[in-house]
Nanobody, 125 residues
């Protein structure tokens, strides 16, 4: 069974940047699409971005498009989320996800078959 381990969360100032990483262990997820979701207390987990298995297709939610970039390095079994121009509204726990197929067909959590444990991102001055 694959395990997804996120890293790179922490405290950032408004306007700053962070880079999240999601490393897979146990088995490869290079042939699966992958995604990032985020969640704040009392709210549902929300789609942020996704990437197809080859890395050539990416999908973003409107609130991060132009600020966040999802990428992957299949040789390292790792997916990244570069987050720029952060604001307080980006404060959340960010979760990495392996999707059930090779392509991004939906933004629903129903298409996730493996979740990471999450990494906290706090944007504050």
């Amino acid at each position: 069974q694959v395990q997804l381990i996120e890293s790179g969360g922490g405290l950032a100032q408004p306007g700053g940047s962070l880079r999240l990483s999601c490393a897979a262990s146990g088995e490869s997820f290079r042939y699966n699409a992958a995604a990032w979701f985020r969640q704040t207390p009392g709210k549902e987990r929300r789609f942020v971005a996704a990437i197809g298995w080859q890395g050539s297709v990416t999908v973003y939610d409107d609130f991060v498009r132009g600020r966040f970039t999802i990428s992957r390095d299949n040789s390292k079994n790792t997916v990244y989320l570069q987050m720029n121009t952060l604001s307080a509204e980006d404060t959340a726990v960010y979760y990495c996800a392996r999707l059930k197929g090779p392509t991004v067909t939906t933004r629903s959590t129903d298409y996730v078959d493996v979740w990471g444990k999450g990494t906290l991102v706090t944007v504050s001055s």
